[in-house]
């Protein structure tokens, strides 16, 4: 491709709306413009690196044994109604009536295809002989976020990946799971992406049937605990610590359990400021309703109840906040004064409150907070349990390490669903012996352009872009720096050999000065530059630069196409080795 014939928008300016670095080199590169918020063009270079990474996640779904189709992105809405994900999704699904003959109908556009293809599956399977199964498309998805924001990486309009596995019993389910997670290992390592795969919150299969991959970046949206010393890594939600229930710790000058007066206080917040105590002096009461039964959970004032913990701790179905009349029938008081001291409802409490002396806590009573409250002493606890969110400097659960917190940018989600879609929309098969069975089902998702603004946001210097050999727009860019004919009549040559030899190819045909194409060259980030100037030729040498290295290397211009050649097959042999089997 010769530059003056594509479209590449370039800015030399950072946009003042972009907030984060992939969203202003994409801009700056001429990779993406806005339409409007959440919805984004992909220029002729986006359009490019997207489609190579798209390629690699199509031959590494074949290769894993999926079989690719495709899905309308426009639905009924009847088939959200019937999966209860209508209610479920509320605002983030697009959906409207309209008119069509003489009936209205009532679309929606896919956020993903959980429904479309466990209704194909369930007009098409019926017997054990015909499974497993894995289908899997690369189609635009639809969601109305509420905060569409960091250029491609939040949008309402996406390309992705979706793949779903159909299966007789869990060991089939989990075979094409491990599959499926090695192929995403390689999806990411190929496109020259950094990621982890972290443990995510489980689902209905429990166990270990969920992990995201994450690409760990500062501004990225998801939150990650991970141990430096072991491989143990999970997303916020799901994360545990390697707490114990400590040996009680008996406060040696145990002050008198004291009723104090805080009208209308009721946050943490407000309390500490009140009393003049830290919030880790507190004992945070909040009542849930687990299974039905109100139950009361205690969690250190500055620290985050974990739901998915709390349900896990006492084994409950389902667990919601209590609401206003459950609350004043176990505590006496209104919202905001519950306390563990003559609480009338089961307590369990997170690992840390022992370890509080003299806490202040609810009273049970209006207006009402007690100070001095002693474990033993004023209520009672036979255990306890890792309750809270994980937090930097917690001890890791598997070895003797420290936690860290960072931030990362989900990229992949592989999802061990079980059977929730195949019961309510009927999907079912014979087993050997005529039985009939719910089909088991796994879900596995790449966000496309996330691969792009993952790279975009991890690989980039001061001048711009760093792309891999794999999904670059152009691999090599071929710059003519003069006009003149002995400059052109070189370069000419080694664009035309280097398309010939298949090479992905641009040549900076412009009639611009050398510093504007070098500039663009790396803002861009062409992995491989080609300079031709008046000045080598006269040396016999055209100058070869690796867009990540320092310098350039001279090569006589009889080498010129063999050294690119060689270096791009060096380079690309390179990249594979970060690739897992
Ligand atoms: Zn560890």
Redo the contacts with the bound molecule.
Sequence with gaps: MRWTKTFIPTLKEVPADAEIPSHQWMLRAGLIRQLMAGAYTYLPLGWKALRKAEAIVREEMEAAGAIELHMPALQPIELFERTGRREAFGNVLFHWEQKRGGSKVHFALGPTHEEVVTEIVAKHISSYRQLPLTLFQIQTKFRNEERPRFGVLRTSEFLMKDAYSFHVNLESLNETYQAMYRAYCRVFARSGLDFLPVEAESGPIGGDASHEFMTPSKNGEDRIVR??????AANLERADT?RKPPSRAVASNAAALTKVDTPKVTSIEQVSKLLKCRPDQMIKTLIYTADDQPIAVLIRGDHDANEAKIRRAIGAKSLEMADEATILKVTGAPVGFAGPVGIKCDVIADHDIPLIANAITGANAADAHFTGVTLGRDYLLTTTHDLRMAGASDP??????T?ELVHGIEVGHVFKLGTKYTVSLDANFLDEKEQRHPIIMGCYGIGVNRIIAALAETKHDANGLIWPLSVAPYEVIVIPLQEEPAVVQTAEPIYSQLQQSHVDVLLDDRAQRAGVKFKDADLIGFPLRVVIGGKGLQEGVVELKWRDQPAPTKVPVADAVSTVLKQLAERRAQELTKVPA
């Design positions: 141990c430096p010393k072991c491989s143990y390697g890791c659960p598997k070895c003797d390490g936690l």
